[in-house]
């Protein structure tokens, strides 16, 4: 497995922002992967794992990290039945767009979220009211020790953005359930579900998607728009006039610009609404 030095992780993420990795590698096996943490463990090297990058924040400077990035990792789907195993290198968008084409219902709602199936389960990421824990039968990880395992999805822990299973473990892949579906009603969901993003969402500039979770009791974006801080700026980061739980890389902005609007909200929110918001967001190296 090739260990590449010094390289920008501009690329690997959707802010499009990012320092400088020491070490990287994007194994496409598990038996690379393992290859790869075994020649970071052995060279004292802290590793990190990165799918899609579409929930991370990257800082500006040089990582002494061997990130691996598992956006190629194990890529391929196979159908059983109602069942569906898919790679953690799968994009959980692809997977979607092949559940309906094969006749079957469940993941709708998650239409347009970008990033893999391994960055999916680690943050049980959903939307209208589905999440990939509800649709996991089986999650299959690398422990830290290399033993390969899996856990079943009602023994995984998954609540809202967090999956207690995949804590300190690397998803290989996963077994999802689907019910028998209507392939033309599932395509009339998914377009509708995408119209919606695309209205609501400004996803013609480079994020994260919601910065925040959603605070019990509120919306973080009707507080952020409540502060008055819909536009605000700092260097290229700039809270999104289309929707304010949304900071967004609005030309040349880099990881800091980004965290210290992150930051500014956080502590304007808290002073004029009482409200301590929380990232939903994953950094690294801040
Ligand atoms: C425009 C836009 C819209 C979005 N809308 C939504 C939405 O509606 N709902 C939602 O939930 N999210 C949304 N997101 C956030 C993001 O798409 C999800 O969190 C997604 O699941 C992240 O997947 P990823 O592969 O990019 O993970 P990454 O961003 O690469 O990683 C996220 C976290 O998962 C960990 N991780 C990644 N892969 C693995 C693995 N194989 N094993 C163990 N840990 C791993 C990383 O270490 C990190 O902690 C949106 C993002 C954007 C840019």
Redesign the pocket.
């Known amino acids: 497995m090739r260990i590449r030095e010094n390289v920008s992780l501009k690329n690997y ?3 499009r922002t990012g320092g400088t990795a020491r070490f990287f590698a994007e194994p496409s096996t598990t038996e690379e992967l393992v290859e790869c943490l075994a020649w970071a463990e052995k060279n004292s090297i802290e590793h ?9 924040l990257i800082s500006d400077q040089i990582l002494d990290h061997t990130v691996i ?3 190629n ?1 194990n890529r391929h789907i196979l159908r059983k039945h109602k069942k569906i195993y898919a790679g ?2 799968v994009l ?1 968008d692809s997977m979607i767009v092949y559940t309906i084409r094969s006749y079957m219902t469940g993941a709708e709602n ?1 239409s ?17 009211g589905t ?2 824990g509800m649709l996991t039968d089986e999650i299959e ?1 690398l422990s830290a020790d290399g033993s390969v395992f899996t856990v079943k999805g009602a023994d995984a822990g998954f609540s809202y ?1 967090k999956t207690l299973a ?1 804590e300190g ?4 892949g996963g077994t999802f359930l689907f019910e028998e579906g209507d392939r033309a009603e599932s395509e009339r969901i998914r377009k509708e579900i995408l119209r919606k ?1 695309a209205l609501k ?1 400004p ?1 013609e500039y ?5 910065v925040f979770k959603r605070p019990e009791g509120h919306y973080a974006g009707e507080l952020i728009e409540r502060c008055g801080l819909k536009g605000k700026r700092i260097g290229g980061a700039m809270v999104s006039v289309k929707h304010a739980n ?1 900071i967004v890389n609005a030309g040349g902005a880099t990881g800091s610009d980004i965290k210290n609007l992150i930051e500014e909200v956080k502590l304007i929110v808290l002073k004029e609404t009482g409200v301590q918001l929380e990232e ?3 950094y ?1 190296g801040f």
């Open positions: 993420t959707s802010y990190f794992i990165m799918g899609g990058g579409c929930n991370l990035v598992l956006s990792l953690a290198g959980l998650m347009g979220i970008p990033g893999t199936l391994g960055g999916a389960l680690a943050m049980n990421a959903g939307a209208f999440e990939i990880l953005r995949v473990n690397i998803v290989l993003r969402q996803l480079p994020s994260c998607g919601s949304f939903e967001v994953k690294l």
